[in-house]
């Protein structure tokens, strides 16, 4: 099965010289940097990492006047702080074919571990199934102060004390930016047929805000990479926000912890899709939004807005194509059987982790009911009715990052205590997360690297969760819009031969891709595609830890 096949060739390939002279310089200033992948890398590498000078604190916020000349940018700049330079400020434009390495060799015997073509050999993924890779603009793309880009709040928040484990920005990273032609071959010779990205909102309005310039350099970027993509035969799938806030907003009124978000989200979303129409098949217009601590309902009318403008928007602009919003973690499993509390507790993480967006999106258009029972109208406001009505059945399909499925508990003392007490740790959510069983304190699955403590291998639960993700809200087509995995221990090896092993996240991905097959053809699940997390070895900073998803390493 090629998917198989390709899914291996993606994990286990590494810079041998396979990329060698791929891209030719294309200026002086890159010409001692941009001669072979490992040159690059080489390059990169030693920038990735830099000894960063702490900004000051964040003003007060409504302290920054709206200045739009490149004077006022300036200063949104000097919030941040020093930036490092990337080694280069130029497309790096590819004149040589990929070669691909030689498939590797076993590392078990078959009776243990069969090879990809030989796991559910009568199992095909349907036609046009996507196969993709996944990605977002600051973990990949460096170039932070180049071609005219606004600060982010990424930009200014790993400059602050022990914010960042590693003391990582993204100033540098993969130097996507530049290096994107680079990538696209590279996914392509792998018979990848997606790739999912993020822009980069500072990259297309430096200031973020409504009536502020738009930067025709960021326009431009775009464009040129859903094209390159297309000429490639891969789909650009597009997310318009994933975390990088810009940091004029967060400065003139708190960013999303104001309504007036919305109408600079609006503004921005209709300057992308007005530049893409007709290019960009699938949108995302958010990722990964979460609900479960006291922060994020500081300002719950923002989240009624941001549901109810997206597909809005679309539609009024005849956008083409298909539009959703990414939803994350897991339904979960009781953790002791039989037990009314655990059980209840899954249905409040359920409701409070998924059902926050999905409930009015697909099903209800309302907040679910266990959110509306612990949080009062002055802290969640209601949707009007009109809200309601435009908000349901607005997403043209669904998407989960089903990264894994663990256990869920109830509180210490039960769950009306936590619920009637506003000071305690886990109000309001009130269900606790558990890697392990209640019975002999067996693992949930396999354990990721120990900064990614959140994260386990568990593909036994993959089917129940899909299928019950699937019959809480039912929709005609489910992207998988991420999965991965972070190998254990692998930042701290340096022998090329012991990175390329990577054994616990190849398990991960041919196990993962096994029980799609089975969700497709036995539980009648409707997947449409599946894209694997991190590609480029991406940044880490918006995990606050040192850990790699990257399922390529170059």
């Known amino acids: 099965m090629q998917v198989f096949s390709s899914i291996i060739m993606v994990i286990m390939w590494s810079a041998q010289g396979v990329l060698a002279q791929l891209c030719e310089p294309v200026s002086s200033a890159a010409s001692t940097v941009v001669t072979s992948i490992s040159a690059t890398t080489t390059a990169i590498a030693s920038t990735v990492t830099p000894t960063i000078t702490l900004s000051a604190s964040f003003p007060p916020v409504g302290s920054i006047p709206r200045d739009y000349t490149p004077e006022g940018l300036d200063k949104l700049w000097d919030i941040v702080g020093p930036v490092e330079a990337p080694p280069f400020t130029t497309t790096c434009v590819p004149s040589a074919p990929v070669t691909l390495p030689s498939t590797p060799p076993p590392l078990y015997p078959s009776f243990y571990a069969p090879a990809p073509q030989d796991i559910l050999p009568d199992l095909k993924f349907p036609p046009g199934f996507l196969f993709g890779v996944a990605t977002a603009a600051y973990q990949v793309e460096g170039a932070a102060k180049d071609e005219g880009k606004g600060p982010t709040m990424w930009d200014w928040a790993p400059r602050q004390s022990n914010f960042v484990i590693d003391n990582t920005t993204g100033d540098i990273t993969d130097l996507q930016y530049f290096l994107y032609k680079k990538d696209v071959e590279r996914i392509a010779a792998l018979a990848v047929t997606a790739h999912s990205f993020s822009i980069s909102w500072t990259r297309i309005l430096p200031f973020g805000a409504a009536g502020s310039p738009v930067n025709a350099a960021g326009i431009d970027h775009y464009s040129d990479v859903i094209d390159y993509h297309l000429a490639r035969g891969i789909a650009p799938v597009v997310t318009l926000f994933h975390w990088d806030t810009p940091l004029a907003l967060q400065a003139y009124y708190g960013g999303f912890t104001s309504p007036q978000i919305v109408d600079d989200f609006v503004n921005y979303a209709v300057t992308v899709f007005k530049a893409y129409n007709g290019r960009v098949n699938t949108w995302y217009a958010f990722v990964q939004l979460t609900s479960d601590s006291k922060v994020h309902f500081n300002e719950p009318r923002v989240y009624c807005g941001q549901i109810a403008s997206y597909p809005f928007t679309f539609r009024a602009l005849n956008i083409s194509g298909e539009i959703a919003l990414k939803n994350d973690d897991f339904i979960g499993t009781p953790w002791r059987s039989n037990n009314t509390e655990d059980s209840l507790a899954v249905e409040r993480h359920a409701a409070f982790q998924i059902g926050v967006f999905s409930d009015p999106l697909y099903t209800t258009g309302d907040w679910p009911q266990i959110l509306k029972d612990t949080l009062p109208e002055s802290y969640l406001p209601r949707f009007t009715p009109e809200e309601s009505a435009s908000i349901l059945g607005s997403a043209d399909f669904y998407a989960i990052d089903p990264y894994r499925s663990q256990f869920i508990r109830a509180p210490t003392g039960g769950i009306d ?75 701290d090896l340096t022998d090329l031969f012991r990175l390329k092993e990577d054994v616990a996240r190849t398990n991960y991905f041919m196990t993962y891709l096994g029980e799609m097959l089975l969700s497709i053809h036995e539980d009648g699940v409707p997947l449409a595609g599946a894209f694997a997390w991190g590609d480029y070895n991406a940044n880490r900073s918006l995990t606050c830890c040192a850990h790699s998803f990257n399922s390529s390493h170059a």
């Open 417 to 491: 205590a936590c619920v009637a007490n506003f000071s305690h740790p886990m109000w309001p959510v009130c269900n606790e997360r558990v890697s392990y069983d209640a019975g002999f304190g067996w693992a949930a699955g396999v354990s990721a690297d120990p900064l990614a403590s959140w994260l386990q291998a568990t593909p036994v639960n993959f089917r129940a969760f899909m299928s019950d993700l699937h019959s809480r809200w039912p929709t005609d087509k489910i992207y998988v819009s991420e999965f991965g995995f972070a190998e254990p221990g692998e930042g």
